[in-house]
């Protein structure tokens, strides 16, 4: 059975940005073609949100993000299970001095990806302590190539 993604909004950003990094993952990881849609956190959905009223962004990028929405399913942050996870996740991290402890944002994309039992892509290294923790699938992505980063 295929893996089930959990996109960061670092990864939403490239799609509806219309970057190559996007072609790069999709060869990787065939997201479109899954058996499985890909997750993402409730919180992406706001983040896109923000960066879509830029008034540089185009038209093309608000009907791209528009396109991932009816593409994905969407964690729900006020789950119970999630929200454990956020104060699990968020302790771990104050406590290790890890900087994704500054990221509110990204806690809550990393809870979503712990409850779902799905492999976080991400462009984001703050995630890089999480690879290879019991109970954690990671990928962090080269910002660049959108090759995995070593």
Not at 80 to 86: E, K
Request: charged share 20%; proline share 4%; glycine share 4%.
């Amino acid at each position: 059975m295929p893996a089930a993604y959990l996109l960061d909004t670092t990864v939403l950003l490239h799609w509806t940005r219309g970057k190559s990094q996007a072609a790069t993952i999709e060869q990787q990881f065939q997201l479109s073609t899954s058996l499985l849609r890909p997750l993402i956190c409730e919180v992406s959905l706001g983040e896109l949100l923000a960066f879509s009223r830029n008034p540089q962004w185009s038209s093309q990028q608000r009907q791209r993000m528009q396109a991932i929405q009816q593409h994905v399913t969407v964690i729900d942050i006020s789950d119970r299970r999630v929200l454990d996870a956020y104060a699990d996740l968020s302790t771990l991290a104050k406590a290790s001095g890890w900087s994704i402890f500054q990221g509110k944002n990204d806690l809550w994309v990393g809870a979503a990806a712990q409850v779902a039992q799905a492999h976080l892509l991400t462009i984001d290294k703050d995630f890089l302590p999480l690879r290879g923790r019991a109970g954690w699938s990671v990928t962090v992505l080269d910002e660049r190539t959108a090759l995995p980063v070593p």
